[in-house]
């Protein structure tokens, strides 16, 4: 599976970005996909991951209600939609798989979770 993110860029706080996360290859193997992002000097985080079948969805706490994360599966895209956006947001934000079998509820926001890593997307938001 290759994974292919783009949409980051520079927006001021409070503006909103959509990222996109395109798949392909084996992509019918993909079960979980989810965002992470990271900060300069600081760790990959989670931020939010979504079941491909049944849809379930998961956030980071600092997020929920302003970041969504959903598929379109004709196109094999992931997208997050982010909303009221502020300077913390500010990463290189990356786009992850897990094929085969699904990832189990308590490890869906590690990174080791995840077998396939698109290239990141740099995401500015200036205050």
């Known amino acids: 599976v290759q994974l292919q993110a783009s949409g980051g860029g520079l927006v001021q706080a409070g503006g909103s970005l959509r990222l996109s996360c395109a798949a392909s290859?084996?992509?019918?193997?993909?079960?979980?996909m989810a965002w992470f992002r990271q900060a300069p000097g600081k760790e990959r985080e989670f931020i939010a991951a979504?079941?491909?079948?049944?849809?379930?969805?998961y956030y980071r706490d600092s997020v929920k209600g302003r970041f969504t994360i959903f598929t379109d599966a004709a196109k094999n895209t992931l997208y997050l939609q982010m909303n009221s956006l502020k300077p913390e947001d500010t990463a290189v934000y990356y786009c992850?798989?897990?094929?085969?079998?699904?990832?189990?509820?308590?490890?869906?926001?590690?990174?080791?979770?995840?077998?396939?890593w698109g290239r990141g997307t740099q995401v500015t938001v200036s205050s």
């Open positions: 992850a798989t897990k094929t085969g079998g699904r990832i189990i509820t308590s490890e869906i926001r590690e990174n080791r979770a995840y077998d396939y």
């Open positions: 290859g084996r992509t019918f193997s993909s079960v979980d």
């Open positions: 979504i079941r491909r079948s049944g849809g379930g969805t």
